[in-house]
């Protein structure tokens, strides 16, 4: 009886000391290298070799989370046989007429696709590495018919319906990411967002709600100015580079009204967007009507979104490869690199 109790025991203070150990996955790493889930199902043309019934689906996880990237194949264009240069729209079928003033057709099937890709890309100028999917995340399709002044062309194109936070629904095909969580903490995920206008969603895949997050990073066009220095947040050397930004920087830049909207425009944004997840709960990740890159995730047991942001959120990434140097976005730097720093855990300035 007594040993049967040591090991329950035993068995309790693993949970718990799995429940509380920060995880993370990273796509691509700092030198360039894609992970295995992702290098295993592309061949040399970074095109995916694992599509099944329109979908590449890529399958990784953690201690406590699974998470499944989801990459979908978009119609071709049909070319003229006579004339290859000539484009005869989308390579669809269409079925019946749905609305005549908007020439909206049932859309039947796709007969040809583009290729489906999972390719490593970089912000080069700070190093962010990321995998770029395709395929644009649509809750529902429809034909449209192409009129050129007034007349119709007798060529077609897919139009998407797309995720509306005040309607909700699910993305039936485009690229998309779905994380499930097995117990309560905090998710970061590193994501690229070449459309800063766009919608930029993590949804509750239960009740098809929009999960409140933070955000921090880099948005194109905001740099380090002179008062950043003064205040203490660069040296003189990073005036004029990208700046790193909080939460309340980048929410300053947008409006109250558009809470899913990151940033300045349609300027490019890539860090971090934080939320609170909820343990037995999926949430999908994605941008409507564009692609979103995906670097990696962070997972904190027991931490809410308020405790992974800025320095605090990126110790356990300096303190991985000791001696290695990350600036404040958890980007690795060598010898050379002026500012801010975290090196073993701690935070320091390189002048």
């Given at each position: 009886m007594k040993k049967i109790f040591t090991l329950v025991c035993m068995a309790f203070v693993a949970m718990s000391v799995n429940a509380q150990t920060e995880e993370s996955y990273t796509a691509v790493d700092a030198d360039g290298n894609?992970?295995?889930?992702?290098?295993?199902?592309?061949?040399?043309?970074?095109?995916?070799t694992n599509v099944a019934n329109g979908s590449s689906v890529v399958k990784f996880s953690t201690?406590?989370?699974?998470?499944?990237?989801?990459?979908?194949?978009?119609?071709?264009?049909?070319v003229d046989p006579d004339d290859p240069t000539v484009n005869l729209g989308q390579d669809i079928t269409i079925g019946n007429l749905l609305d005549e003033t908007l020439h909206l057709y049932e859309l039947v099937s796709i007969n040809s696709?583009?290729?489906?890709?999972?390719?490593k890309k970089n912000q080069g100028d700070i190093n962010f590495s990321y995998i770029a999917g395709t395929g644009v995340p649509?809750?529902?399709?429809?034909?449209?018919?192409?009129?050129?002044d007034g007349d119709p062309t007798g060529k077609y194109r897919v139009v998407y319906t797309t995720f509306?936070?005040?309607?909700?629904?699910?993305p039936q095909s485009g690229l998309y990411y779905k994380f499930t969580t097995k117990v309560d903490g905090a998710l970061k995920v590193g994501i690229w967002a070449n459309k800063g206008n766009r919608l930029t969603l993590l949804v509750d895949s239960e009740t098809k709600a929009c999960s409140p997050y933070l955000v921090e990073g880099y948005i194109n066009g905001q740099n380090y100015s002179e008062d950043d220095v003064t205040a203490g947040r660069c040296t003189a050397e990073q005036v004029g580079k990208k700046k790193f930004m909080n939460n309340d920087?980048?929410?300053?830049l947008?409006?109250?009204?558009?809470?899913?909207?990151?940033?300045a425009g349609n300027q490019p944004f890539w860090g971090n967007v934080i939320?609170?997840?909820?343990?037995?709960?999926?949430?999908?990740?994605?941008?409507?009507?564009?692609?979103?890159g995906f670097q990696g995730y962070t997972f904190a047991p027991g931490k809410s979104k308020e405790d992974m942001t800025g320095v605090e959120s990126i110790k356990t990434v300096a303190e991985k490869a000791t001696g290695a140097r990350y600036n404040l976005a958890g980007q690795k730097v060598d010898s050379t690199y002026k500012g801010v720093v975290i090196q073993n855990g701690k935070k320091m300035v390189v002048k």
């Open positions: 894609v992970d295995v889930a992702y290098s295993s199902i592309i061949d040399e043309n970074n095109m995916a201690a406590n989370v699974e998470v499944e990237a989801v990459g979908s194949a978009e119609p071709a264009d049909k696709t583009k290729p489906i890709m999972w390719e649509a809750v529902s399709m429809v034909a449209e018919e192409i009129y050129t509306d936070p005040a309607t909700g629904g699910e920087e980048i929410r300053a947008g409006s109250a009204d558009k809470p899913w909207v990151i940033g939320i609170d997840a909820k343990a037995g709960k999926t949430y999908w990740l994605f941008q409507s009507n564009s692609q979103i």
